[in-house]
C-alpha cells in the first residue's frame, strides 16, 4: 500500500469514527430503540465497513440489509444481528417498521437521481427518524479512488475511461454517483424530507462530507 493510499485511509477512518460519534450523540438510543443498517457489507475489505453492527451495543435490535444473498461470513462476525436481502429503493418492511434509518455512505451507489430519491423515501418510509450519510462530490478528492480533481475537470464518461486505465475501473459506471450540496438538498425536497439537518464534515476547512438527520413530525 502506497503512502499516499495509507494516508487516505486513515482520513476515511477517521471521517467515519467521527460520524459515528455524531450519530450516537443524535440518536441517543436506547436499548430497546430498533435499527434498520441499509447497504452493509457482508466481506469487510478494512475497519471501516460495518461501523454500526461492529459498534453498536445492542446488535439484537439492529437488522442490516445488503444486496447479497449469503450472509454466513457475516451472521459467524454477527450472529445476533438480523439481516435480509434487499435492495435499499424497494425495502421489504412495513411503514414505520424501525425508530432510526442509518445508510452510511450508502447513497452515492444506489444509481442515479431517480434512484437516489427512491432510497431516500424508503428510508422516511420505515423508520420514525433517519440518518444518512455521503461525500461531498466538490471536494477536490474523490474519496473512493483518491484521485484529486479529475472527478471535477472530466465528464463522468471520461473520469469512468481513465479509472478503467489506471487499474480503478471498479468505481467506473454505475458504482458510485457523488452528489453536491445543492443536488442532495433538491433530493430531499424530492423525497418529501423538508425538515432536516444538513451537517458539513470538513477536513482542511473544505466540506468533505454530508451528514443527514431527519425525524418525521418535527
Known sequence: MSIVERIAGSISKRSRTKNWLQFIEWAKTAPETTILDIGVNTTEYSDNDNFLVRLYPYP???TAVGLE????EFHERYPKVQTATADGT???????SFDI???????????????QRLF???????????????????FPIE???RIPLLHLLLPKTLFDALLRKIGKGWAAGEYMY??????????LHQAGITQYTLQKNRFLGLPMTFTLY?????
Request: proline share 5%; glycine share 4%; hydrophobic share 35%.
Open 120 to 138: 431516500l423515501q424508503e428510508m422516511l418510509r420505515v423508520a420514525r427518524r433517519g440518518y444518512c450519510t455521503t461525500p461531498n462530490r466538490h
Open 60 to 62: 439484537d435490535r439492529i
Open 69 to 72: 444473498t449469503n450472509w454466513q
Open 214 to 218: 431527519w425525524e418525521k413530525g418535527l
Open 101 to 115: 434509518a442509518y445508510a452510511n455512505a450508502v447513497i452515492e451507489h444506489v444509481g442515479r437521481c431517480d434512484k
Open 178 to 187: 457523488l452528489l453536491s450540496e445543492t443536488e442532495l438538498r433538491s433530493l
Open 143 to 145: 474519496v473512493h479512488t
Open 90 to 96: 424497494a425495502l421489504p418492511f412495513p411503514d414505520n
